[in-house]
């Protein structure tokens, strides 16, 4: 599902963010990247959507080669990834409906689709009666959860998520969590980048640990590892 290969990314002012990674990640894993600011996790999930590239090394996601591919190719690697943000980036002047309809208008779904799939994932993150409200009616917990029914709109093959509780709370990170593991459950792939020692330690999921760039621990049943 991900395959990296000897992947090395150095950016233009010569900052070393991975360093000769390898890493494997199956259908159906949910996958934890942990490591202190600036070991390089952010750069780790953004090369899985090809918002960077690596400097050198090859990567495969869902059987595509993103280091090789035509930038024409790139919304087709995206239309098989989700993709979930710390500070959520819904569009401010669409409703709930609007923003998570317009993943699906993007890719040209057919219309009559739409109303069943958007109402469908709203169902999922528990939104469904606030289909008309705009971002800014609502709280941070339920702006991740119109995030995350976007992100899954389209059915995905892997949810990438960067710090996705970053901004909420205990009790509310761990209803984004419930959600994520709902959606595990439906066999889809997650990769979630987090600094939250709790949630780390409690689900006990894989965990790739990230640091200065290289992998320095990857358990098929880990914890954080690091004081919070
Ligand atoms: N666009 C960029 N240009 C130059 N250097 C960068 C860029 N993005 C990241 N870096 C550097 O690459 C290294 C890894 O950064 P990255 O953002 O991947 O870390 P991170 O583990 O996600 O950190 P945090 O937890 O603070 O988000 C850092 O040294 C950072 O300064």
Redesign the pocket.
């Known amino acids: 599902m991900i395959h990296m290969r000897d992947v090395s990314k150095i950016?233009?002012?010569g900052?070393v963010?991975l360093d000769h990674v390898n890493v494997d990640i199956e259908a159906g894993d949910f996958v934890f990247i942990v490591?202190a600011?600036?070991?390089?996790?952010?750069?780790?999930i953004k090369m899985l959507f090809r918002e960077e590239l690596p400097s050198s090394g090859s990567l495969f996601v869902n059987g595509r080669d993103v280091v090789h591919m035509k930038r024409s190719e790139v919304p087709y690697l995206r239309r098989g990834l989700g993709v979930i943000f710390q500070d959520y980036r819904l569009l401010p002047d669409k409703t709930v409906f609007e923003n998570v309809a317009f993943a699906m208008q993007v890719i040209e779904a057919p219309r009559r689709l739409m109303q069943r799939n958007v109402n469908a994932v709203l169902d999922v993150v528990g939104l469904r009666d606030k289909f008309r409200c705009f971002p800014s009616q609502l709280s941070g917990g339920e702006q991740q959860r119109v995030a995350i029914a976007r992100a899954i709109v389209n059915d995905p093959a892997i949810v990438i998520a960067d710090e996705p509780t970053g901004n909420l709370d205990p009790e509310t990170s761990w209803d984004i969590m419930d959600i994520f593991n709902r959606i595990n459950l439906a066999g889809t792939t997650i990769v979630m980048?987090t600094?939250d020692k709790t949630i780390v330690d409690t689900m006990q999921r894989r965990v790739i640990a990230?640091e200065d760039g290289h992998i320095v621990r990857d358990e098929a049943k880990g914890g954080y590892g690091y004081e919070a």
Do not use: D, P, R, V
Request: neutral net charge; without cysteine.
């Open positions: 950016y233009e002012n900052a963010a490591g600011s600036g070991a390089g996790k952010s750069t780790f980048a600094h990230i």
